[in-house]
């Protein structure tokens, strides 16, 4: 059984003719690209530390099997905005695990869509804690209540976006949580 002691995110975007290339380019930007990666789903596992992506590197060797979350999307249409994102939410007790969300989408920027993704983990965060909130509620406004509860000591996101460029080549973004 492997459970991971740190966890760190990263994201990227790459611009390719062809869709495979693009993805590889936004790996190659986010730096994992020499790994053979694991989709998981969205548990943050209880007392895993956050470190730097350049410390998260510096543990993985070319080649490893590592274990990520990750956030996709792509579009060969010029001027199409494509996002993905990577929420984080991290209950008080160091003992207990978080959640993390994959969010990808089309035509939100990055701060909308990072937004909804730490919404998305918080809320399901805040649900396995029996904290009641209001779901029809703004996410400013249910963030407050989740952090006022004591609970929820944190939440987070990372989050990638880019414009389709103008030739018709592909553009991808990711957003991931690395696993250590």
């Not at 510096?58 to 979350?69: A, F, K």
């Not at 809320?123 to 029996?130: D, F, K, N, P, S």
């Not at 990372?158 to 414009?163: G, N």
Request: glycine letters at 8%; proline letters at 4%; charged letters at 20%.
């Amino acid at each position: 059984m492997f459970v991971p002691t740190k966890c760190f995110f990263t994201k990227g975007v790459g611009i390719h003719k062809d869709k495979l290339a693009s993805f590889e380019l936004a790996l190659r930007q986010a730096g994992i690209e020499k790994y053979n990666l694991v989709y998981v789903s969205s548990i943050f596992p209880p007392n895993c530390q956050l470190v730097s992506r350049d410390e998260g590197l510096t543990h993985l060797s070319p080649g490893s099997i590592v274990y990520v979350v990750m956030a996709r999307n792509e579009t060969n249409e010029p001027s199409r905005l494509v996002s993905a994102a990577i929420g984080h939410a991290m209950p008080k007790e160091s003992n207990t695990y978080g959640y993390l969300s994959e969010h990808h989408a089309f035509g939100e920027t990055a701060e909308v869509s990072g937004e909804y993704a730490e919404d998305l983990a918080a809320t399901m965060l805040a649900t396995t804690l029996g904290i009641e909130f209001d779901p029809d509620r703004a996410w400013q406004e249910r963030e407050q209540i989740y952090k006022a509860s004591g609970r929820i000591i944190s939440t987070t996101h990372t989050c990638q976006s880019a414009e389709g460029v103008m030739d018709g080549r592909w553009t991808t973004v990711i957003a991931a949580a690395v696993f250590l």
